[in-house]
């Protein structure tokens, strides 16, 4: 059975930084590209950002680039979402799901909130 479960939100000042997590298991890690998503009320949902567990190589969206990282440890099978510079625009659902390379996402975790005060 895949689980993601997330963790690390939380409320931040803005310019603050945040760290999230996202625990895999039941899945071949060195595999699957782990996404990263978003969704604040009332707004569509986002591309933050993904990366690919066996090489690493990472994605950024334009809204967060040069603002937030992505990386993993694959000795833990788990996947971090580091943001900096955040701004109350930031705020919203933050989810991970993963997906065998090149083919998509198959599961995703519960999310996990960010609250960005001005």
């Known amino acids: 059975q895949v689980q993601l479960v997330e963790s690390g939100g939380g409320l931040v000042q803005a310019g603050g930084s945040l760290r999230l997590s996202c625990a895999a298991s039941g899945l071949t890690f060195s595999i699957y590209t782990m996404g990263w998503f978003r969704q604040a009320p009332g707004k569509e949902r986002e591309f933050v950002g993904n990366i690919i567990c066996s090489t690493g190589a990472t994605v950024t969206g334009d809204s967060v680039k040069g603002r937030f990282t992505i990386s993993r440890d694959k000795a833990k099978n788990t996947g971090y979402l580091q943001m900096n510079s955040l701004k109350p625009g930031d705020a919203a659902v933050y989810s991970c799901?993963?997906?065998?390379?090149?083919?998509?996402?198959?599961?995703w975790g519960q999310g996990t909130q960010v609250t960005v005060s001005s």
């Open positions: 799901e993963a997906g065998q390379n090149g083919k998509g996402y198959d599961y």
